[in-house]
């Protein structure tokens, strides 16, 4: 089914079971990766589902194929961005799970995943929000799967580089629980939006993400709220895999760090005492300088290209810190 227009509520799929699960998927100009995302849900998913899309004013021809390809999906082929946020929440107007589970286009569900995870939070309903193990294209571990909210430790070890010299060690790298493998199920403070299982009535208890936030941070922020003012406890488990490529949708890397920045300063301000918001805005802030600094000195001894194109990234976030200092 497509449909153009926003709508409060689709009516309930006249075939098969009703949804346990609905699959929110928001696209941008990734139709191929899109398309294989679409298929693996389809291939490795066997409980009651459904799959809403909405497509973000793609220009590579992306709604056109998914509605050919799935014509029994959801698709709202949209004349404008709504970004991720908006567009989950426009998604999620439209579902009728028990569960709703975010999952971006370039991502790729491996052996039965989305299965184990409803099945996963069956057996922890206090978790409220559950999340599985992300792997790279190559099969590697990637851990941005889940992350510990921000402090203003972690902004000094951010900004100091102790992050990136200790990288695995959960002291100088605690919001990225480093040196944890993610094989084992844990209590984390935030589910990554790539691949976040939350129920239904929980979001809507919550109003779903603040529609403030475009891209980057949204995820945060709803888990945070969760744990504050619902006593959520989001919980991963390795049992639930996919692949997830990373930044398909945003192919520029300082544009993509930009908003990044803009997400995370937001998050300061929303989630820190506030007595603490200045010293962690300041900490933040300057990580872009000190990468800058870092990156284009270890370029000019080593020579090294990739350094220097990292040189110029960076210089290029930190002429633009008034646009992301401002936050959402």
């Known amino acids: 089914m497509q449909d153009a227009s926003p709508s409060p509520a689709d009516p309930k799929p006249e075939t098969g079971a009703t949804p346990v699960v609905s699959v929110l998927v928001i696209s941008y100009n990734t139709r191929e990766m899109t398309l294989e995302c679409l298929r693996s849900v389809r291939d490795q998913t066997t409980i009651p589902h459904e799959v809403i899309v909405v497509d973000n004013n793609s220009q590579d021809g992306s709604a056109e194929a998914m509605a050919a390809e799935f014509p029994e999906m959801v698709l709202d082929a949209r004349s404008d961005n709504l970004g991720f946020a908006g567009g989950n929440n426009e998604a999620a107007r439209r579902a009728h799970g028990k569960y709703l589970l975010l999952l971006n286009p370039d991502t790729v569900v491996l052996d039965n995943a989305i299965d184990k995870l409803v099945a996963f939070a069956e057996a922890n309903p206090e978790a409220g929000i559950w999340g599985g193990r992300t792997l790279f294209g190559d099969m590697s571990l ?43 199920e844990r209590e984390v403070d935030i589910v990554q939006g790539c691949y976040l299982l939350i129920t239904k009535e929980m979001w809507d208890t919550l109003g779903g993400f603040d529609p403030a936030f475009f891209m980057y941070g949204e995820e945060a922020d709803l888990c945070l ?30 544009d993509r760090m ?33 990468r800058l600094i870092a990156t284009r000195t270890l370029g000019t001894l080593t020579g090294k290209a990739s350094l220097k194109e ?4 960076w210089a290029d976030v930190w002429a633009r810190r008034k646009v992301w200092r401002a936050g959402y």
């Open 142 to 184: 990637n851990p941005s799967s889940c992350w510990q909210r921000m402090t203003v430790w972690n902004c000094f070890c951010r900004m100091s580089g102790l992050t990136a010299i200790f990288p695995n060690s959960a002291f100088f790298n605690a919001e990225g629980y480093g040196g944890w493998p993610r094989d084992t």
């Open 225 to 254: 709220r969760a744990r504050n003012t619902l006593g959520a406890r989001p919980r991963v488990t390795p049992n639930s895999t996919i692949i997830h490529y990373g930044g398909a949708s945003e192919t520029v890397r300082s």
């Open 258 to 290: 930009v908003k990044l920045m803009t997400g995370k300063i937001a998050l300061i301000d929303r989630h820190f005492p506030k007595w603490q918001r200045p010293v962690g805005r300041f900490f933040y802030g300057m990580f872009p300088l000190t």
């Open 310 to 313: 990292s040189a110029d990234v």
